[in-house]
């Protein structure tokens, strides 16, 4: 099991940068692939960017590839995920996730993933 928290969400201005950190408990961090996903009011929980066990694949949502990077550091058992160029449209509330499936390679949906954090808000304004 692995615990997950999030840091560094904030209200921002557009064209900002932000980045955004997720601490994990446990030893078996590099076990878990994962993910970041986002909430924005009203609507459904989608996809942001996944990264492999390893950190050696990385897979991004068609609206952040280019703006969006994420990365992770196993001895430090955190992922991050870097926001470049921010957009009002990238306003959500943002969850990371853990994957503990070992076969999977692409996982872009919320069910791939047992556990889940407890989201910070990113707020970008025009």
């Known amino acids: 099991q692995v615990q997950l928290v999030e840091s560094g969400g904030g209200l921002v201005q557009a064209g900002d940068s932000r980045r955004l950190s997720c601490a994990a408990s446990g030893r078996t961090f590099s076990s878990y692939a994962m993910g970041w996903f986002r909430q924005a009011p009203g609507k459904e929980r989608e996809f942001v960017a996944r990264?492999?066990?390893?950190?050696?694949?990385?897979y991004y949502a068609d609206s952040v590839k280019g703006r969006f990077t994420i990365s992770r550091d196993n001895a430090k058992n955190t992922v991050y995920l870097q926001m470049n160029s921010l957009k009002p449209e990238d306003t959500a509330v943002y969850y990371c996730?853990?994957?503990?499936?070992?076969?999977?390679?692409?996982?872009?949906?919320?069910?791939?993933?047992?556990?889940w954090g407890q989201g910070t808000q990113v707020t970008v304004s025009s």
């Open positions: 996730a853990a994957d503990s499936s070992s076969i999977r390679i692409v996982g872009t949906t919320a069910d791939k993933y047992d556990y």
């Open positions: 990264i492999s066990r390893s950190g050696g694949n990385t």
